[in-house]
């Protein structure tokens, strides 16, 4: 039988966690992050397995949670790649901006179609745009799964581990701050952001350098309407 409630609910077997504030629409992303092999329950220790890979904007290779990556502060000319020839790349450009080109559509900014936002997720998934977070923070006020901005359910509910970012190779505000990629620019330096921190914010109309390294949470070209297998996350029992 379908869930018919506006709650947020989980299937493990499936990997997805769904959410609706009306009954009607839903929207479904990844139970983990980009590079994760297993769900974070809040309070794990961080690692790669429950934290996934991390990424720079319009790189679409997984560095990886902890250890050394090849630096170069050299540009790349990034001209003749596009969303189906993606760039990816095991060396971290530390310089800003990293495409010496300025081309607009290697992360999806020109071409705005799921299967061009696709890469670096699996089959039937995509990076999500701002207003998809947008939906995601908009369902989550109208059920009151937050007040005046509280992280900590965001964190808990959505399996979202609190972490840190890096840039130029180095983790920065360990513990304080968990950055995800959207996949609209800003310019030709910056492009927006997911922030989860301890101010405490979540948002998602502020941007970034795009040399920062930053992690991936994927979302379901079709939202998925769960059914009484899915566990209820939200509201708590």
Request: one cysteine or more.
């Amino acid at each position: 039988m379908w869930r018919t409630t506006a709650w947020i609910y989980h299937s493990p077997d499936l990997w997805l966690i769904s959410l609706s504030s009306d009954w009607t629409n839903w929207i479904t992303i990844a139970d983990k992050n980009l590079g994760a092999t297993e769900v974070y329950e809040d309070g794990d220790t961080l690692s790669e397995a429950n934290s996934g890979k991390y990424y720079q904007w319009w790189n679409n290779y997984g560095f990886p949670f902890t250890g050394a990556v090849t630096t170069s502060s050299g540009q790349v000319n990034a001209q003749n790649y596009w969303p189906w020839n993606y760039y990816s790349s095991s060396t971290f450009i530390t310089t800003n901006p990293r495409d010496s080109s300025w081309n607009s559509n290697l992360w999806w900014s020109v071409t705005w179609t799921n299967g061009a936002m696709k890469w670096p997720c699996s089959e039937w998934y995509h990076i999500p745009t701002k207003s998809e977070w947008q939906t995601i923070i908009n369902n989550w006020i109208t059920m009151w799964a937050w007040a005046f901005d509280w992280y900590v359910n965001f964190v808990s509910y959505l399996k979202m581990p609190l972490a840190w970012w890096l840039i130029n190779g180095s983790p920065m505000f360990s513990d304080s701050y968990w950055y995800y990629w959207v996949s609209e620019e800003y310019n030709v330096n910056y492009a927006y952001r997911l922030d989860v921190d301890v101010n405490p914010k979540i948002d998602v109309q502020t941007y970034a350098w795009k040399n920062a390294w930053f992690s991936i949470r994927p979302f379901a070209n079709t939202p998925v309407q769960p059914d009484d297998s899915w566990t209820v996350l939200y509201p708590t029992s």
